[in-house]
């Protein structure tokens, strides 16, 4: 069973920085694109990051562009977020994400529980 | 960046066939995904590319379209269907979601 397990969120204050992580077990990680996704709260989704399977081709929008770094440890499984110069309207929860298809063209076939990160002075 | 539109509520009868729309404001060939998420939930993949059934996702869901129209079907709705439905794209970068339909069981 895939299973996709968030953690590193809470509250942080406006220009700090914060690192998410995601666990990943039940498939083999290194053969798959990762991303993280995004929802503040009552609203819509926002694709915040994809990464190769190596981790050496990474993606993101221009609102995170320059701000946030997407990794991976495929030793470990793991896949992480870091964020710095955080801003309020970052508050959201983060959902890490598998990537399944066309490698960058792919889908998000399976998403984690999500980590709620607020920012908030 | 690509407009997904959605219109923003439904309400159906159990039993009855519901269609939901997605339009897109450029072409995304077939690069079309369903996703239905439940209150205090995270999403879940319905529908691939358009028209392609996810796993262990039930049969009364379909998908079509291509281009820039696209939508998702539910066939006959059943009262666990109640949720919000999100497109989304992957075609043009940045990939982006519509701002979902939430269905509402009357």
């Given at each position: 069973?895939?299973?996709?397990?968030?953690?590193?969120?809470?509250?942080?204050?406006?220009?700090?920085?914060?690192?998410?992580?995601?666990?990943?077990?039940?498939?083999?990680?290194?053969?798959?694109?990762?991303?993280?996704?995004?929802?503040?709260?009552?609203?819509?989704?926002?694709?915040?990051?994809?990464?190769?399977?190596?981790?050496?081709?990474?993606?993101?929008?221009?609102?995170?562009?320059?701000?946030?770094?997407?990794?991976?440890?495929?030793?470990?499984?793991?896949?992480?977020?870091?964020?710095?110069?955080?801003?309020?309207?970052d508050?959201?929860?983060?959902?890490?994400?598998?990537?399944?298809?066309?490698?960058?063209?792919?889908?998000?076939?399976?998403?984690?529980?999500?980590?709620?990160?607020?920012v908030?002075? | 960046?690509?407009?997904?539109?959605?219109?923003?509520?439904?309400?159906?009868?159990?039993?009855?066939?519901?269609?939901?729309?997605?339009?897109?404001?450029?072409?995304?060939?077939?690069?079309?995904?369903?996703?239905?998420?439940?209150?205090?939930?995270?999403?879940?993949?319905?529908?691939?590319?358009?028209?392609?059934?996810?796993?262990g996702?039930?049969?009364?869901?379909?998908?079509?379209?291509?281009?820039?129209?696209?939508?998702l079907?539910?066939?006959?709705?059943?009262?666990?269907?109640?949720?919000?439905?999100?497109?989304q794209?992957?075609?043009?970068?940045?990939?982006?979601?519509?701002?979902?339909?939430?269905?509402?069981?009357?």
């Amino acid at each position: 069973e895939v299973q996709l397990v968030e953690s590193g969120g809470g509250l942080v204050q406006p220009g700090r920085s914060l690192k998410l992580s995601c666990a990943a077990s039940g498939f083999t990680f290194s053969n798959y694109y990762m991303a993280w996704v995004r929802q503040a709260p009552k609203k819509g989704l926002e694709w915040v990051a994809t990464i190769s399977t190596s981790g050496s081709r990474t993606y993101y929008p221009d609102s995170v562009k320059g701000r946030f770094t997407i990794s991976r440890d495929n030793a470990k499984s793991s896949l992480y977020l870091q964020m710095n110069s955080l801003k309020s309207e970052d508050t959201a929860t983060y959902y890490c994400a598998r990537h399944d298809g066309s490698y960058i063209r792919g889908w998000f076939a399976y998403w984690g529980q999500g980590t709620l990160v607020t920012v908030s002075s | 960046d690509t407009v997904l539109t959605q219109s923003p509520a439904l309400a159906v009868s159990p039993g009855e066939r519901v269609s939901i729309s997605c339009r897109a404001s450029e072409g995304v060939n077939s690069y079309m995904h369903w996703y239905q998420q439940k209150p205090g939930q995270q999403p879940k993949l319905l529908i691939y590319k358009a028209s392609n059934l996810a796993s262990g996702v039930p049969a009364r869901f379909s998908g079509s379209g291509s281009g820039t129209d696209f939508t998702l079907t539910i066939d006959p709705v059943e009262a666990d269907d109640t949720a919000t439905y999100f497109c989304q794209q992957s075609w043009n970068d940045p990939w982006t979601f519509g701002g979902g339909t939430k269905l509402e069981l009357k």
